[in-house]
């Protein structure tokens, strides 16, 4: 997202703007703050963003709700060290971010060379500027954020992103939301895992609602 506040903003309104560009939000926001701690825009950006929905129960309140509320609770220094506690240091980490590991048991493995396949036939490759392999939770995002908002509709359509959901998010995110939610040093990143797992739950209903 190039613009954290309007991006926001576009979440907390989504029931009064175009629900595919919200959609495309979400994911957006999501790809960033599993990438790496938000930057300070970003956080901030979060903070101040808008919880009221313009109908109630409009497009994920609650969960939103919450998601604004822990970040207006949590120094960003904290939120950093989180992140990092959860997710970095050297070796084996709290709470795993690659699909590999949850579908498979292992990095590098067999779902990532699926993944990457299936990449490669929506014309899409691996951003060498980018650390993490394809099966990073971010990286996915991404993929489902230019699915829906990209302008090659040969790709960016529906029936690409139901497959590639299905296959690559649906399969184990719920799985990384439980870890998360279960893990005693998370605060704002379990918060973010119900906000996730929340969303995943909507989006798969609308795409049953499309088989």
């Known amino acids: 997202m190039s613009d954290p ?8 309104a989504s029931s009064a703007l175009d629900e595919e560009i919200a959609r495309a939000e979400v994911y957006g926001l999501l790809a960033q703050l599993f990438y790496a701690p938000p930057a300070p825009e970003l956080f901030e950006a979060l903070r101040v963003a808008a ?21 207006r609770d949590t120094l960003s220094e904290a939120v950093a060290t989180e992140y990092q506690s959860l997710f970095g240091g050297v070796g084996k980490p709290e709470v795993y971010l690659f699909g ?31 650390a993490e392999t394809e099966d990073h939770i971010a990286c996915l995002c991404e993929v489902m954020r230019y699915l829906i908002a990209g302008d090659d509709v040969a790709v960016a359509n529906l029936s690409n992103q139901r497959e590639f959901f299905a296959t690559h998010l649906q399969s184990w995110v719920p799985a990384l939301c439980d870890a998360l939610a279960a893990h005693p040093r998370a605060r704002f990143y379990a918060v973010l895992a119900d906000f996730t797992r929340a969303f995943l739950s909507v989006e798969a209903q609308a795409f049953d609602m499309l088989a």
């Open 51 to 71: 919880t009221e929905a313009p109908a109630a129960g409009a497009f994920l309140e609650e969960p939103w709700r919450e998601l604004v509320a822990i970040a």
């Open 100 to 130: 590999s590991h949850y579908l498979s048991g292992f990095l590098n493995d067999r779902a990532l060379v699926q993944l990457r396949g299936d990449l490669a036939r929506l014309g899409l490759a691996r951003d060498e500027a980018n």
């Open 5 to 12: 506040g309007s991006s926001l903003a576009a979440i907390a």
